[in-house]
């Protein structure tokens, strides 16, 4: 019998606690995203997960841990060779990544690579530069509605992104267009994990708007994952955020799209309120997208608040045998250099209205932990070639 009947792990994208030991080889060294937001800020209003153990996991600015946590927490180190979303994700899931996405955050995409996306498409690229979706549209739509041209783009993250105006380069052919870039990039060195339609609407600059018509072309995962197993097992996989893109829909069995991290957890605490059989596996992508990369400290400071005062909402509403997991996939101190993610440890915190006590857990050395003890408790084999081991046993 499962010891848990459901267990909901979130992700708080980005909060990284602490520079691993080979950091300086990622060019990160001394990063703390999670400490270095309160070294600036002094203090935040984070009573849940204060109360979870984190400031005893992790004490920074001017706050330290509390006497008697009820959560068991410890710090994880990343196995794979990383430190990107879809890594993180895959580890936590029993995949190590040994050879890294590709980034061309300051080059732009090869002329090579560019060229034959050109030759294919029959149009011609315009961008191939590192920039936020919404500046560049402002900066080159005009032309591109004038030209028939294509604005093609990236960022710190592993992704070629295609900006298409909804009017005049239709749906069809933004998507055939991706769909020839995903497959371009499957060359090992040209190998992105996302390539993102991007359509807009607008005729000239102060007009232009991205529309919910995105559509991500993800990588699947390289073998199966422990989500692939419970799926398998007949048991629910509910997918929020961007768990369904991270994992090209492989294991997943309900999935719901997020505006914000905010409504991500109002989406999981909908879902906490229903009765399912399984996982609830959660991404709140705002701390990354909007804050981590764009080095904003107190925007990234006040969304941890945020959440604290969702999470309050969703441990009232936890059963007696649900597990809560959060956790991180990877850093993106905002006080750092560049706007690039961090090679971190991240925290994990547990707990159930059924644990006896709280208190530290010996420190883990790969994400993997994560799907391992999933596995155990919902009575399933890890898939072949997976990693990770289970600490169930810790969680009581």
């Known amino acids: ?13 980005s909060l990284g606690i602490g520079a ?21 800020m002094g203090r935040l209003n984070i009573p849940n997960l204060r109360r979870l153990g984190m400031l005893n996991l992790h004490p920074a600015g001017t706050m330290e841990g509390v006497e008697e946590p009820i959560g068991r927490y410890l710090s994880v180190g990343e196995a794979s060779n990383g430190k990107d979303t879809m890594t993180g994700h895959w580890e936590m ?8 996405f590709q980034t061309f955050t300051d080059t732009g995409f090869p002329p090579e690579l560019i060229a034959e996306l050109e030759k294919r498409c029959g149009k011609r690229v315009i961008g191939n530069k590192s920039a936020s979706g919404t500046e560049i549209i402002e900066e080159l739509g ?19 992104q295609i900006c298409g105006n909804e009017e005049t380069f239709d749906f069809d052919n933004l998507y055939r267009c991706c769909e020839i870039a ?5 060359k090992d060195e040209w190998r992105v994990g996302r390539v993102i339609a991007r359509p807009y609407v607008g005729k000239k600059k102060g007009e232009f708007k991205r529309t919910s018509n995105r559509h991500d072309y993800a990588l699947k995962p390289t073998g199966p994952t422990v989500l692939n197993a419970l799926k398998d097992a ?26 914000s991290s905010v409504h ?29 990369h764009r080095r904003d400290v107190e925007g990234y400071g006040r969304e941890i608040e945020k959440f604290d005062e969702k999470l309050g909402v969703l441990m009232e509403h936890l059963r007696e045998d649900d597990l809560l997991i959060l956790t991180a996939d990877h850093g993106n101190d905002p006080t750092y250099k560049g706007t690039d993610h961090t090679r971190e440890y991240v925290p994990l915190l547990a707990y159930s209205k059924n644990m006896a006590y709280g208190g530290p857990i010996e420190d883990q050395h790969t994400f993997a932990i994560i799907g391992a003890t999933l596995a155990e408790n919902f009575g399933v084999a890890m898939p072949e070639g997976t990693i990770g081991h289970s600490i169930l046993d810790k969680l009581v």
């Open 182 to 186: 995903r497959e371009i990039t499957l």
């Open 93 to 100: 899931m029993g995949i190590k990544t040994e050879k890294p």
């Open 264 to 292: 991500g957890m109002e989406q999981t605490i909908e879902i906490c309120q229903e009765d399912f059989h399984g996982l609830c596996f959660v991404n709140l992508v705002d701390f990354d997208a909007l804050w981590g």
């Open 142 to 160: 005009e032309e591109e509605i004038q030209t028939g041209a294509m604005i093609v783009y990236t960022s710190a993250d592993s992704v070629l």
């Open 1 to 13: 019998m499962n010891k848990y009947k459901r267990a909901f792990v979130i992700v708080l994208d």
């Open 20 to 40: 691993m030991p080979d950091s300086h080889k990622f060019g990160d060294d001394g990063v703390d995203t999670f400490g270095h937001i309160l070294d600036q």
């Open 234 to 259: 007949g048991l629910d996989v509910i997918g929020v955020g961007k768990i369904n893109d991270i994992f090209c829909g492989e294991g997943i069995t309900d999935t719901h799209r997020s505006t």
